[in-house]
Nanobody, 115 residues
């Protein structure tokens, strides 16, 4: 079983910043990718950013230049620094870890961008 501890969500004004953290533990052998998805009300869950094999980074076009994903292998942790947040970034953000064809999910942390 894979366990997640997520933190860092909250309420922020437009233009503000937040840093999400996710630490993964448990049966983590073979985890090849980690990252973040988000789901806004009424929308499908979408990929925000991910790290593959600890090195390859990818981002959704909507967050490029504003969000930065990083990891700390020794802690099995992945972080998402979110800058210049906009109302359209409002969503529940889910940490995920992938092993082969299977994604494991954290419980989600809510990010609200509003003035």
């Amino acid at each position: 079983q894979v366990q997640f501890v997520e933190s860092g969500g909250g309420l922020v004004q437009p233009g503000g910043s937040l840093n999400l953290s996710c630490v993964v533990s448990g049966d983590i052998f073979g985890i090849g990718a980690m990252g973040w998805y988000r789901q806004a009300p009424g929308n499908q869950r979408e990929l925000v950013a991910r790290i593959i094999s600890g090195e390859i980074l990818s981002y959704a076009n909507s967050v490029k230049g504003r969000f930065t994903i990083s990891n700390l292998k020794v802690k099995n942790a992945v972080y998402l620094q979110m800058n210049n947040l906009q109302p359209e970034d409002t969503a529940v953000y889910y940490c995920y870890a992938q092993r082969g064809p299977i994604n494991y999910w954290g419980q989600g942390t809510r990010v609200t961008v509003s003035s």
